[in-house]
T-cell receptor
Framework: DAMVIQNPRYQVTQFGKPVTLSCSQTLNHNVMYWYQQKSSQAPKLLFHYYDKDFNNEADTPDNFQSRRPNTSFCFLDIRSPGLGDTAMYLCATSIGRDEKLFFGSGTQLSVL | AQKITQTQPGMFVQEKEAVTLDCTYDTSDQSYGLFWYKQPSSGEMIFLIYQGSYDEQNATEGRYSLNFQKARKSANLVISASQLGDSAMYFC????????????FGPGTRLSVLP
């Protein structure tokens, strides 16, 4: 019944070691988002895809990249994680401009 | 610029009582949507309720209702008959038509329901 699935639930990586987080959806929504949420803070949008169109937020570090090979999957790549990248990463989807976001359960990333 | 303010970092409520979580917003757009999400300790963001800027009636979803006061730019969440499972972080969010696909989230309110 899960609609937005994120793997893994927990990820530990070393400083500077590339890491990839994955998100899949069974909703066939055309918009997919990646949010970063640090402890006790609100989610912050990193980027989103509207179909194949990639939209990067102005303040998203270059260290963060994303891929969307098809409608169902979206990946977040962190090329050289720093200690400050420790956070919960939330994937979300929506269909249309006025629709709510459907969130996955998140991946908690720890950079050591 | 769009901005959401939630002035209550933490709230306590007794089980079975009602509680109001405050949210004010700032936007120059005429068309926008307001959302409330619940985030339990597990981390998943759960959609609760939606209010469109042109909706004349306050939204309701089960025990959740949204007290929408457009002139004051406030969209407070009312939870009736609180349950222990309501203990969580609550985020108010806004999507404005002229702001693309982005949701702007408030800082959140941590609600604790006491037995």
């Amino acid at each position: 019944d899960a609609m937005v699935i994120q793997n893994p639930r927990y990820q530990v990586t070393q400083f500077g070691k590339p890491v990839t987080l994955s998100c899949s959806q069974t909703l066939n929504h055309n918009v997919m988002y990646w949010y970063q949420q640090k402890s006790s803070q609100a989610p912050k949008l990193l980027f989103h895809y509207y179909d194949k169109d990639f939209n990067n937020e102005a303040d998203t570090p270059d260290n963060f990249q994303s891929r969307r090979p098809n409608t169902s999957f979206c990946f977040l790549d962190i090329r050289s994680p720093g200690l400050g990248d420790t956070a919960m990463y939330l994937c979300a989807t929506s269909i249309g401009r006025d629709e709510k976001l459907f969130f996955g359960s998140g991946t908690q990333l720890s950079v050591l | 610029a769009q901005k959401i303010t939630q002035t209550q970092p933490g709230m306590f409520v007794q089980e079975k009582e009602a509680v109001t979580l405050d949210c004010t917003y700032d936007t120059s757009d005429q068309s926008y949507g307001l959302f409330w999400y619940k985030q339990p300790s597990s981390g998943e963001m759960i959609f609760l309720i939606y209010q469109g800027s042109y909706d004349e009636q306050n939204a309701t979803e089960g025990r959740y209702s949204l007290n929408f006061q457009k002139a004051r730019k406030s969209a407070n969440l009312v939870i009736s008959a609180s349950q222990l499972g309501d203990s969580a972080m609550y985020f108010c969010a806004m999507r404005a038509d002229n702001y693309g696909q982005n949701f702007v989230f408030g800082p959140g309110t941590r609600l604790s329901v006491l037995p």
